[in-house]
């Protein structure tokens, strides 16, 4: 991962502000805000305080080289809790983010109840867990970038996710910034040992997740495409679209035969993925 110390740092949903922490010691950015959405008293609950606890003691301090500061009950999603910020930060960065499970079927519900409007018709259903996750991160990087990431300033958004279930799922690379002047310009490996002392937490509870193979992935403006490239010479590529040639919801292809398509398609995968994507463009198109 690539951190600048010229940059200001913005991290979001850091569960136990361990990732933050590390941040902060090695890295040294000129300012770095770390945020969780669990108030005080929820994180001290889940995690214990002693992150918390560190990071605001050194933003009580006048002579700490790097800006820092803690902000409780943020959501990334709530515009006006992100208007509470500036814009000057250079990266926004996401962990590892995943809808947290729902207690009920009341609560489910309450989350994903969306209106969609055909013509005069109007109708209510209720999005899967797949579009709610994508809307999560779609949410996050159009608000980074429309009110957090300063216009002058680098112009990097990057979210590291696993490279398992369900993650894999979210067609991270190419779903998240249809319509939007924003694109995924590849990713790298996520090194747990870049950041000492950083455990990646379970969304719900003070749970260490299973070491797995990770990215991270990198965005920007389209108008900054080029000029970033510059700064990642190691980045793996975006995987190859192949539009008839194969099938670009599961990145597959290219097809030798037209019988090798038809039989990637009867396939559960691809099933599976069409149904995703479905109700993703469904999401795209009534939001």
Same mark, same amino acid.
């Given at each position: 991962m690539v951190i ?18 590390s +941040?902060f010691?090695n890295?040294k950015p000129?300012k770095?805000?770390?945020?969780v959405l669990d108030?005080?008293?929820e994180?001290?609950s889940?995690?214990g305080s002693?992150?918390?606890?560190y990071?605001?003691?050194?933003s009580?301090g ?5 800006d820092c ?5 943020f ?5 006006d ?5 500036t814009?000057?930060?250079d990266?926004? +960065?996401?962990q590892?983010?995943l809808v947290p499970n729902f207690?009920s079927?009341?609560e489910f ?18 999005l899967s ?10 949410l996050?990087l159009?608000?980074s970038?429309?009110c957090?990431?300063?216009q002058d300033?680098?112009q990097l958004a990057?979210?590291s996710?696993?490279?398992v279930?369900p993650?894999i ?5 190419y779903?998240l910034?249809k ?5 995924c +310009? ?8 870049q950041?000492?002392?950083?455990? +990646? ?13 990770s990215?991270?992935?990198?965005w920007?403006?389209n108008h900054?495409r ?9 980045m793996n590529?975006l995987?190859?679209?192949?539009g008839?040639?194969?099938c670009?919801?599961?990145h597959a292809g290219?097809f030798e035969?037209?019988?090798e398509?038809t039989?990637h398609?009867?396939g559960k995968?691809?099933k599976r993925?069409?149904?995703?994507e479905?109700?993703?463009q469904?999401?795209?198109?009534s939001s």
């Amino acid at each position: 991962m690539v951190i600048n110390k010229e940059w200001s740092v913005l991290t979001i949903g850091d569960g136990d502000l361990s990732f933050s922490r590390s +941040i902060f010691d090695n890295y040294k950015p000129k300012k770095l805000t770390a945020t969780v959405l669990d108030s005080v008293n929820e994180l001290t609950s889940k995690y214990g305080s002693e992150h918390l606890d560190y990071l605001q003691k050194q933003s009580d301090g006048v002579l700490n080289e790097v800006d820092c500061q803690v902000v409780t009950e943020f959501d990334i999603t709530d515009l006006d809790k992100v208007r509470q910020l500036t814009q000057e930060y250079d990266l926004v +960065i996401f962990q590892f983010p995943l809808v947290p499970n729902f207690s009920s079927q009341g609560e489910f519900q309450q989350h994903t109840k969306t209106r969609t409007q055909i013509g005069s018709q109007s109708s209510e259903q209720f999005l899967s867990i797949n579009t709610i996750n994508r809307r999560l991160l779609r949410l996050f990087l159009i608000n980074s970038f429309d009110c957090l990431l300063a216009q002058d300033g680098a112009q990097l958004a990057y979210i590291s996710s696993k490279d398992v279930k369900p993650y894999i799922e979210w067609d991270i690379e190419y779903s998240l910034t249809k319509e939007t002047e924003l694109s995924c +310009i590849g990713s790298m490996e996520f090194i747990t040992e870049q950041f000492p002392g950083y455990k +990646i937490r379970n969304v719900d509870r003070d749970k260490h997740v299973k070491d797995t193979a990770s990215l991270t992935y990198v965005w920007t403006s389209n108008h900054n495409r080029e000029a970033r490239l510059d700064l990642f010479p190691a980045m793996n590529p975006l995987p190859t679209l192949f539009g008839e040639l194969g099938c670009d919801i599961c990145h597959a292809g290219p097809f030798e035969t037209e019988q090798e398509k038809t039989s990637h398609q009867a396939g559960k995968k691809h099933k599976r993925m069409s149904e995703y994507e479905a109700q993703w463009q469904g999401y795209l198109q009534s939001s």
